[in-house]
């Protein structure tokens, strides 16, 4: 911790991740954007990212759990016949569609289809938040500022999908609101990897990156379960 402007400013991983003060917030692990079989693999996009991230991903919010610090399960949600999109947003949408070679409606995370829920290992337990989302940014016309302000959240610890969308965007909206932010940077993918590889570029220079394993050692060292190293 330093002092700017006669502000304590946390600066080390330790203050940053404290359970005390950080929450997990995981982003869109939703079986039509990385299971096989469903939305996103059915048209061939690039999944190849996935199956490492994924057990990297449910260690954490393991760990988490374990330390007792707050989980959020930020989850995308549209509504059939377009009545989540603006006109804007459904040419966000065609855009998208472009780039992967998508022709035709291309529907995703509906509400009620079994695309929309959570890959297995990262089902949410009785009691953790969800956050449906109706836009990349977890932040945008969601609870999720109230429910992190109302639990004294300082840090928002991110993971999930994908990387230089609703990652990226949520990401810049916590901080944004106020909170520092933190990048487990082996548990973020994409189904770009291009896209990926530039995003984390950005972010690298605005936010604090970690490794899954070094933000694990933290929350054990926080808890007790394992003796701090020197």
Request: negative net charge.
């Amino acid at each position: 911790m330093i002092e700017v402007a006669g502000k304590q400013v946390l600066t080390e991983l330790d203050e940053l991740v404290d359970p005390s003060r950080a929450a997990l917030v995981i982003i869109d692990m939703q079986r039509d954007f990385v299971e096989p079989g469903f939305a996103f693999d059915r048209l061939g996009v690039d999944m190849t990212m996935y199956p490492a991230v994924r057990p990297r991903i449910a260690a954490l919010l393991a760990a988490a759990r374990s330390a007792g610090v707050l989980v959020v399960h930020v989850q995308m949600t549209t509504l059939p016949d377009g009545m989540s999109e603006s006109p804007a947003q459904l040419r966000f949408g065609l855009r998208l569609q472009r780039q992967n070679d998508i022709t035709g409606p291309f529907r995703y995370t509906l509400q009620g289809d079994a695309g929309r829920e959570f890959v297995a290992e990262l089902t949410p337990r009785d009691g953790e938040l969800v956050v449906p989302k109706w836009r990349s940014s977890g932040f945008w016309g969601t609870s999720l500022d109230l429910l992190l302000r109302s639990n004294g959240i300082e840090t928002v610890v991110v993971s999930g999908c994908t990387t230089e969308g609703c990652v990226e965007s949520t990401a810049r909206d916590a901080l944004f609101n106020d909170y520092y932010v933190v990048i487990v940077e082996d548990c973020v993918a994409s189904d770009d990897r291009a896209q990926h590889d530039a995003s984390m570029l950005l972010m690298r220079h605005r936010f604090d990156l970690a490794a899954s394993s070094d933000v694990i050692d933290q929350w054990m060292v926080a808890t007790g379960n394992r003796k701090a190293t020197a």
